[in-house]
């Protein structure tokens, strides 16, 4: 068997409580609820695989007398009118590319191309920002379409929030996700100066990039991306300049992305397979995704070798997965989507979030009635995890927490083996890590 399938094999769920697995010295159980992890003997091992064999409630009863059972730490309530954190502007809902899995069908969101106008930037800023108090942390984000393709009113927006926020005392982060083809030294200084998190998609190096991210008038955008980003990398301090890599069945050579983009200069690197695109067109099937598990524990089993060598490498996926195992980050819902965070149309109406945009099954309300409470609170009590099948059943259920709502909703869980595989993987080295590099996981900058 492949090394992905043993993996998809032994993270398939024993119980829903919980998870355990034999490492080379020791053995490691995750008890799901409140994601708590433990060192265990071989004796555990066994009593606990006996005990799954038996039933869900032997496995129960046996943490409870292993003294790490404890009360819920998250229950079937579901959030309620979710204060709002973040917002992202669909600023432009236009594109220069022609992405052929793009979920704004290459920009426009399948209407007529346009941009934000400003009036409507402004009530959304005026939305993120005027109701918090002072001292709490928001994220205004500009995505599209392109969004650079409406620079003048991204300019506009960001200083307008930066100056509110700063009345209000208000800490206000700024975040861009662009196609890198537009960018200007001018925009690198702007970043810079409001130390944005930019990320630029980038699909693998330039003849897997080329072949998915072309120019909608034809021809490849690698070399012109790489030359534009060059002041960004060069003058990155505040701001940090990031790669997403969205992974397709012809694209699972992550590792050498990892290396050149890292190489380079950008601050991180991450990868997300593409499991849903408006025409079913190179999305991951079961085949790719066991490729890339095994593309990313290869990135994997680098970054640990980096960090016990004292080295930065900052690959994304892992260090999330790293810090929240260390934490023991345990949630109901995949993300923020719907809850504290919510996208903004072009013309001003409010999504559960950027992929939801036009999209009547994300519907939250508009900037000029406001978030619609009624909608958003049918929303969080339906996509509340333990409302999921088969995630109910899932020892993985409150570090994945059901996996993204807009992929779910149009294609099914269809990735389960690909995500438990991973997490089963990043618990291992977990352990390996907070061993070898204890310092790591105490220090304040961990990247
Ligand atoms: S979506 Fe996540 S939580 Fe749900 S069953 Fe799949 S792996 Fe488990
Ligand atoms: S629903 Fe999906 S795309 Fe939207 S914020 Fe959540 S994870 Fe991201």
Known sequence: M??????????????????????????QLLVTNGTRLFEVNQEILAQLDAASRIGDSAVEQLLGDLGVGHTDFIDDTPLQSAPLHALSLAIAQKCNLGCSYCYAGQGDFGGPAKNMPWDTARRAVELLIGNRLRGERVNL????????????????????????????????????????TL???EDAAFFERHGFAVTVSLDGLRETHDQQRPFKRGGGTFDVIMKRVQPLLAIQRQMQVSVRA??????????????????IGFHSVGFSPLLRSPAGRGEMGLHDLAQLLEAMVECGFEFERRLIG????????????????HRGTHRPYPCGAGAGYLGVSADGELAA?????????????????GIDRERQNRWLAERHVNRQQPCAGCWARYLCSGGCHHEVLARGRNACD????WLHYCLAAYSRLSHARPDWFEGANRW
């Not at 069945?249 to 992550?254: I, R, Y």
């Not at 490498?313 to 997965?321: G, P, R």
């Not at 979030?353 to 009635?369: N, Y």
């Open 2 to 27: 492949s090394f992905s399938r043993e993996l998809f094999t032994s993270s398939r769920p024993r119980s829903r409580h919980a998870h355990w697995q034999q490492l080379t010295d020791s053995g």
């Open 141 to 180: 984000a500009f995505l599209g379409g392109e969004p650079l393709a409406n620079r003048p009113v991204l300019r506009s927006a960001t200083e307008y929030a930066a100056s509110l926020a700063q009345d209000r005392g208000v800490n206000v982060t700024f975040s861009i996700t662009t196609n890198g």
């Open 183 to 185: 960018v200007t030294e």
């Open 246 to 263: 969205t992974v397709s069945p012809g694209n699972v050579k992550l590792r050498e992305s990892l290396d050149y983009f890292l190489g």
């Open 310 to 325: 004292g080295e930065r490498y900052s690959f994304t996926n892992m260090v999330n997965a790293m810090r929240e195992l």
């Open 353 to 369: 979030c950027h992929r939801f945009v036009g999209d009547e099954q994300g519907a939250m309300g508009d900037l000029t009635s």
């Open 418 to 421: 690909y995500i438990r595989g």
